[in-house]
T-cell receptor, first 114, second 114 residues
Framework: AQSVAQPEDQVNVAEGNPLTVKCTYSVSGNPYLFWYVQYPNRGLQFLLKYITGDNLVKGSYGFEAEFNKSQTSFHLKKPSALVSDSALYFCAVRDTSQGGKLIFGQGTELSVKP | DGGITQSPKYLFRKEGQNVTLSCEQNLNHDAMYWYRQDPGQGLRLIYYSQIVNDFQKGDIAEGYSVSREKKESFPLTVTSAQKNPTAFYLC?????????????FGAGSRLTVL
């Protein structure tokens, strides 16, 4: 079965430190990978995506993600965390077996403390 | 500004009642989606529609119904058959299929069954 996993329910980081939110996937064929962010009681906002090309993808708000085919990972990173980055982050992958719909991970709560 | 409008933002329902959640978009997107969000479970797809007058069941369609009579509108009815309807419901749209195209989300509707 095709799936995506976010192994950490919560990540805690001090402001100014680098952050990483982990994501691993399992799909057949070439993966289409996405990161979305959700602030409390709001919908999700798109951060970045990987379809093909450079393994390092740059997105909104200074975030980037590294696609690693051998490790089937797509970790979200930011060099210097801000308190305002505190939110719920979702990784998603295209389900190639069911009309191209997205499969979402369970989400990772990022908390950035001053 | 283009976007997705969901209403109501908060809704309370007595057991045994049907309720309808509204979703309207002015993005001229072809595809629309309904997701359910529960704590720690990520987003699960309820129904999706890629064209007017056509829609498909997602992973958790039981107890829900939809219609797509207009391109702009994709209302979701939560019926009395849905055993545990208390959740946060998110509507989304995309230009084409979600697998290759970015989803735009509404702000969500929180349904509580009393």
């Amino acid at each position: 079965a095709q799936s995506v996993a976010q192994p950490e329910d919560q990540v805690n980081v001090a402001e100014g430190n680098p952050l990483t939110v982990k994501c691993t996937y399992s799909v057949s064929g070439n993966p289409y990978l996405f990161w979305y962010v959700q602030y409390p009681n709001r919908g999700l906002q798109f951060l970045l995506k990987y379809i093909t090309g450079d393994n390092l993808v740059k997105g909104s708000y200074g975030f980037e993600a590294e696609f690693n085919k051998s490790q089937t990972s797509f970790h979200l990173k930011k060099p210097s965390a801000l308190v305002s980055d505190s939110a719920l982050y979702f990784c998603a992958v295209r389900d190639t077996s069911q009309g191209g719909k997205l499969i979402f991970g369970q989400g990772t709560e990022l908390s950035v403390k001053p | 500004d283009g976007g997705i409008t969901q209403s109501p933002k908060y809704l309370f329902r007595k057991e045994g009642q049907n309720v309808t959640l509204s979703c309207e978009q002015n993005l001229n997107h072809d595809a629309m989606y309904w997701y359910r969000q529960d704590p720690g479970q990520g987003l699960r797809l309820i129904y999706y529609s890629q064209i007017v007058n056509d829609f498909q069941k997602g992973d958790i369609a039981e107890g829900y119904s939809v219609s797509r009579e207009k391109k702009e509108s994709f209302p979701l009815t939560v019926t009395s058959a849905q055993k545990n309807p208390t959740a946060f419901y998110l509507c989304a749209s995309s230009m084409g299929r979600a697998g290759a195209n970015v989803l735009t989300f509404g702000a969500g509707s929180r349904l509580t069954v009393l």
